[in-house]
Every structure is written in structure tokens, then in C-alpha cells.
């Protein structure tokens, strides 16, 4: 009884969140509880890892959401390390802790080791690590394209100007 209580009361928090998904029929998966801006990046940069298996749904989640879905899907964080984000296999679904959240880099580099749980298909914390490093240097390549066609617009603006 208590079980289903929390979970009813867990599934009414996260009502909000599933009101603002947004479906997109190119990328299969929703994003719940996150700004638009925060959408857009993490968009961007699944699709330039190219996974090889989308999540069907990514959900920031205040902090005490998150400790309770870890607490659910009996979440095991190996000794020494912390959690700020996790994946669960079975529903593929990826919980992001929105009271921990460090920026745009944080979440490409996080979310890879997500996604390599999800190509992988294991809760292996090194089989997600070696399918993340794929998913990390496509990032890195793109943010590198980014700041050299960035840096070529700022010299073409300034050869114009003088």
C-alpha cells in the first residue's frame, strides 16, 4: 500500500513536466522538465553523437524526484562516486538531476556515458565508459568545427572593417 502511494504520488510531480514534452518524429525520443534552451543544446548534441540507440524519454527532474526514481529503480551508485544522472534500461528512459546540473559540456560529456549504456545495453559503468568515448570525440570534433568557423567569421569581420 505504502509502495503504491509513492508511486501516485511520484507519477502527480512528474504530470507538469510530461504537459511541456515535445515529440519530434526526427529524433523519437521527448525531453520533459527542461527549458527550451536546455532542449535545444542536448538536442543538438545527441544528434551529433549519433547514438546507436535514442532513449525514448529524458527527464530533468528536481533533485528530491531524482532520489526517489533512483530509490524505485534501485539505482547502484559503485563506492566513491556520485550521481547526477542515470539511465534506466528497461524503460529506456534518462534521469537528469536538475538541482545538479553544470552547464552545456557537463551534459554532452554525462549524457555519451548515458547513451553507452543504452548501446550497450549493460548497467556497467566501463561497457558505458567505452561506448561513451565514440559519442565524446564526435563532440569534441563538432565544438572544434564550431570555434574554427567561429574564429574565420570574427577575422573575415575584422579584414572588413579595417
Not at 18 to 46: H, K, M, S, W
Not at 84 to 101: N, P, Q
Not at 115 to 123: D, E, K, P, Q, R
Request: proline share 4%.
Amino acid at each position: 500500500m505504502k509502495l503504491a502511494i509513492w508511486l501516485a504520488l511520484f507519477f502527480l510531480a512528474v504530470a507538469p513536466a510530461a504537459r511541456t514534452q515535445t515529440l519530434n518524429n526526427d529524433t523519437c525520443y521527448t525531453v520533459q522538465g527542461a527549458t527550451p534552451e536546455r532542449e535545444a543544446v542536448l538536442r543538438r548534441q545527441i544528434q551529433v553523437m549519433q547514438p546507436a540507440i535514442l532513449p525514448y524519454r529524458i527527464r530533468f527532474v528536481p533533485h528530491w524526484q531524482y532520489a526517489y526514481a533512483a530509490k524505485i529503480y534501485q539505482l547502484h551508485v559503485p563506492t566513491g562516486m556520485g550521481s547526477k544522472m542515470f539511465t534506466h534500461l528497461a524503460s529506456r528512459s534518462v534521469f537528469i538531476d536538475e538541482d545538479r546540473y553544470l552547464g552545456e559540456e557537463w551534459l554532452g560529456h554525462w549524457m555519451a556515458h548515458e547513451l553507452g549504456h543504452l548501446a550497450t545495453n549493460s548497467v556497467r559503468e566501463e561497457d558505458a565508459e567505452k561506448a561513451a568515448r565514440e559519442y565524446r570525440i564526435r563532440l569534441r570534433a563538432a565544438h572544434k568545427k564550431t570555434q574554427t568557423s567561429s574564429q574565420l567569421l570574427i577575422n573575415q569581420n575584422r579584414g572588413n572593417s579595417q
